[in-house]
């Protein structure tokens, strides 16, 4: 079947994509739309003493002028975190509240205080800058090392200290003496930068009361629109969940940042009941560098043992994280269930101990972006094993292949159960596409150029679909994280499928099709994906960790496995033969052993005509399926890197980038190879290029496109993109996540061809020109000196 599962086909979506017919939230306009601008601080940590909105109220266009003061007057809560972390001594987290307009006291630059709804975008931005606010400011702390020091700013009263949680994983006392008895110890410090998510589409939100249905719309740039709804609802008390419509229509891309319900959602959905007015809010982007939910920003020191013959005998490992102001949606599972759990990497490792202080600081909230966790995780551990190999002089390749995890299932010690792989099969491919065994001979021929060339490997692995749902809620997650589907064949034999998962740019609209498509020989044209819209869809936990296709689709499949079966049951009637001699086979319902069939849409009018279905069958061909899987699925991999760096300038130029990854069954082999493509640019960009970086004052330093360099296409190599596939064995389908591996795998990969190449370990990411270049002159000098 040339259009179902393994097809490359095309996408789907991308023709009203690229030819600008693509429907986004700022497309959306409403009758009577209004606008919204929202009033934001200046300054990372002070108290509001005064709001004077008179000036603004009597502008041209303004409708209105609202503050913290009314909204939570109205009754409206303070934004949550949707996963309970218990600290070392049995604490629960210490929550500081957020509300979305800030009432006493602002937290960071660009906290709302208040928002102006006007009749147009520029009246609205103008009164905005008219309303007087008076601030009392107050010291900042702005990073980790400023949040923990002994004279730190208190941010939230009940956080002492500014921390969140002190939460610990492992077995701390057999780790400490595995790692004394070690015939070598590696340690490092090592730190993950943070990121600003940057998708092509900023955040926008348009809301809508109905007076009379008492009736609330809301059309947003989310991920997860069920999850936005329910938390809107039973948390926020924004409006009741049946009176409450969550849309997501096409979104240019998340990343991660838009699964959070943020401030301006919930305001813009006030502000609608407030004015009886719709009301718009498009974030510039600007103000999405200072609003957006941040990733990363890891503080961590990490010591690995090893035995003589190179086989690891303990890691222990301390980090810090940064929150920001406020525990944003997810945040605070990210630096634990999807960091330290993922500490093992591909290897055996018979001790592990893992504790993480979260820490707030006076910057935007950080939360998941793409990696959530398991970027900073496979840092950490490939950076340790790359650095021990160099230390131990042993080669990378070999001390990893000591090290793999050679029997599935293998029960690591930090939770995780892998359930499949081939670790070294696909270490083998990447060496064999990147001529490992060739680079001697290339670094030579650049030395001759006077250029220094390195190569490094990061052997990955992560968890997607995160689940059970029981699991994850025994470890502190608010929700379940199971997906559903409903599949409907119309009486012409055309198919809908609802699903809860969101597509922002992963193609599901295709590959989810596929799987129609393969399982009943139909058309692809003729199966149509319909998902973000709570209205539609029955209900859905949303698109996030690269679950779609693990959990989203194995949805689907289990619905699919029970429109299959009522399709047998009317084939074998209409047929007059048994279920067992029925199959379905492109696009036909035969009996084996017979010339007899019938065409696929027969089936559909038959069961909506009903006039001659089994005895006692209920009519038509609708059916509704939960899935909830019983393990995460672990995509792994091999990612090698060559660079040249030229020692004059510490320019590094990637020559060559090698992808080896184990994605079980693969559904559309170029969509996922496009998945790889841009999450490798992603970790290209956090190990090269990008950082967000706030001055002591809390101010963000790199708050638009003049200062936070993204890459672009003149920074990348063309990827070589391979696979090693072994099938998941805890879904129906065996397809493991491929959305985020790219940018997990690739950042460790790159560092450690840099720092092959320069001969000094000590590099941080952005690997900037002049970082590299300092490095060089260091080494240099340190060489001269010895
Ligand atoms: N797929 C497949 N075969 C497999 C695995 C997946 O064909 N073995 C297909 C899936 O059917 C889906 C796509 O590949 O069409 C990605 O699937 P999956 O890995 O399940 O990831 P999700 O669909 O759940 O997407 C989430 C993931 C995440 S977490 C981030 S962050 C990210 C990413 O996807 N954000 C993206 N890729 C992105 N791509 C775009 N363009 N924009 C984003 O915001």
Redesign the pocket.
């Known amino acids: 079947m040339s259009e179902g599962i393994g097809a490359p086909v095309k996408r789907k979506e991308d023709k009203r994509f690229i030819t600008g017919k693509g429907k986004y939230t700022d497309d959306i306009r409403m009758e009577n739309q209004a606008y919204a601008a929202f009033v934001r601080s200046p300054h990372a940590h002070a108290n509001v003493t005064g709001i004077n909105a008179s000036a603004a109220e009597s502008m041209d266009g303004v409708i209105a002028v609202l503050d913290g003061a009314q909204l939570t007057g109205d009754g409206i809560g303070n934004i949550i975190c949707g996963w309970a972390i218990t600290s070392k001594d049995g604490s629960p987290m210490n929550m500081g509240a957020w509300s979305a307009l800030a009432t006493d006291t602002v937290r960071y630059t660009g906290d709302a205080v208040a928002v102006v709804v006007a009749e147009s975008k520029a009246q609205a931005r103008a009164a905005a800058e008219a309303v007087e606010v008076t601030y009392e400011e107050l010291p900042v702390a702005a990073s980790i090392e400023a949040a923990v020091a002994d004279d730190a700013p208190q941010i939230h009263e009940n956080a002492p200290g500014n921390v969140v949680y002190d939460w610990e994983i492992g077995d701390s006392d057999a780790t400490d003496a595995a790692l004394a008895g070690a015939a070598h110890v590696t340690e490092m410090d090592i730190t993950n930068n943070r990121l600003a998510p940057n998708?092509m589409e900023t955040r926008a939100a348009i809301a809508t009361y109905d007076e009379a249905e008492d009736h609330y719309t809301l059309y947003t740039t989310s991920?997860n629109p069920h999850v936005a709804r329910l938390v809107l609802s039973a948390f926020y008390a924004v409006a009741p969940e049946h009176k409450l419509r969550v849309i997501a229509p096409d979104?240019?891309?998340?990343?991660?940042s838009?699964i959070y319900i943020y401030p301006e959602e919930i305001v813009c959905l006030w502000a609608s009941m407030k004015t009886k007015r719709s009301v718009k809010w498009t974030s510039e982007r600007s103000e999405a560098f200072l609003t957006d939910a941040h990733g990363r920003d890891h503080i961590t020191k990490a010591r690995m043992g090893f035995d003589a013959d190179g086989k690891i005998v303990g890691f222990k490992v301390s980090t810090k994280a940064n929150f920001g102001a406020y525990m944003s949606l997810f945040s605070s599972a990210v630096p634990t269930y999807l960091y330290a759990t993922l500490l093992s990497g591909t290897y055996d490792i018979p001790n592990i101990y893992c504790e993480v202080l979260g820490v707030y600081t006076n910057t935007v909230p950080v939360d998941?972006?793409?990696?959530?966790g398991r970027p900073e995780a496979s840092f950490v551990v490939e950076r340790m094993m790359e650095t021990a190999a160099r230390e131990m002089g042993k080669d990378p390749a070999e001390l990893r292949n000591t090290n793999f995890v050679r029997e599935f299932p293998y029960q690591t010690q930090v939770i995780m159960n892998y359930d499949s792989g081939d670790f070294e099969g696909n270490m083998r491919q990447a060496m064999g596409a990147a001529d490992w065994a060739g680079f001697a001979g290339r670094k030579a021929e650049a030395a001759g150029r006077g250029k220094l060339r390195g190569i490094g490997m990061a052997c990955y692995i992560e968890a997607?679909?995160i689940a059970p749902s029981a699991a994850v809620g025994s470890l502190g997650a608010g929700v379940g994280l199971w997906e559903s589907a409903e599949v409907r064949v119309n009486p012409v034999g055309t198919i809908e499928v609802l699903t809860g998962?969101h597509?922002?740019?992963?193609?599901?609209e295709?590959?989810?099709a596929?799987?129609v498509a393969d399982r009943f020989g139909v058309p692809l044209d003729s199966v149509q994906i319909v998902h973000g819209d709570t209205d539609k869809v029955q209900f859905g936990m949303g698109?996030?960790?690269?679950?779609?296709?693990?959990?989203?689709?194995s949805a689907i499949f289990k619905a699919l496995d029970k429109v299959e079966a009522k399709v047998i049951k009317i084939g074998a009637h209409l047929l007059e033969e048994p279920e067992d001699r029925i199959s379905i086979e492109d696009g036909q319902v035969k009996a084996s052993g017979t010339n007899k069939s019938l065409d696929w849409h027969e089936i559909g009018l038959a069961a909506y005509t009903a006039h001659n279905l089994p005895d006692g069958m209920e009519p038509g061909l609708k059916e509704g399926a939960f899935y909830d899987p019983e393990n995460f699925t672990f995509?792994m991999g091999c990612f090698i890197a060559e660079v040249e760096v030229d020692p004059e300038t510490g320019v590094t130029d990637i020559v060559k980038f090698v992808a080896s990854d184990d994605?079980?069954?693969?559904?559309?082999?170029m969509?996922?190879e496009?998945?790889v493509h841009?999450?490798i640019a992603q970790g290209i960009g956090q190990a090269m290029l990008e950082e967000v970086v706030y001055d002591g004052n809390g101010q963000q330093l790199s708050g638009s496109y003049m200062d936070y360099t993204m890459p672009r296409a003149d920074d990348l190599p063309s990827f070589v993109v391979e696979h090693h596939?072994t099938k998941c064995t805890t879904n129906p389908?065996g397809?493991?996540?491929?959305?985020?591996?790219g940018?997990i795998g690739s950042p460790p990969a790159i560092i450690n061809a840099i720092t092959d190449a320069i001969g000094n370990n000590d590099l941080s990411m952005p690997a900037t020109p002049s970082k590299v270049w300092a490095l060089i002159q260091s080494t240099g000098a340190k060489i001269a000196a010895e």
Not at 503 to 508: A, I, L
Not at 543 to 553: A, D, E, F, H, L
């Open positions: 998708a991920q979104v240019g891309g998340g990343f991660g838009k998941a972006y793409r990696g959530a997607c679909g998962s597509s922002h740019g992963q193609g599901h295709t590959t989810f596929q799987v698109t996030y960790g690269s679950r779609s296709g693990p959990v989203g689709m995509p994605f079980g069954v693969i559904i559309n082999p969509i996922v496009g998945q841009g999450g596939n389908l397809v493991k996540g491929c959305g985020e591996a940018a």
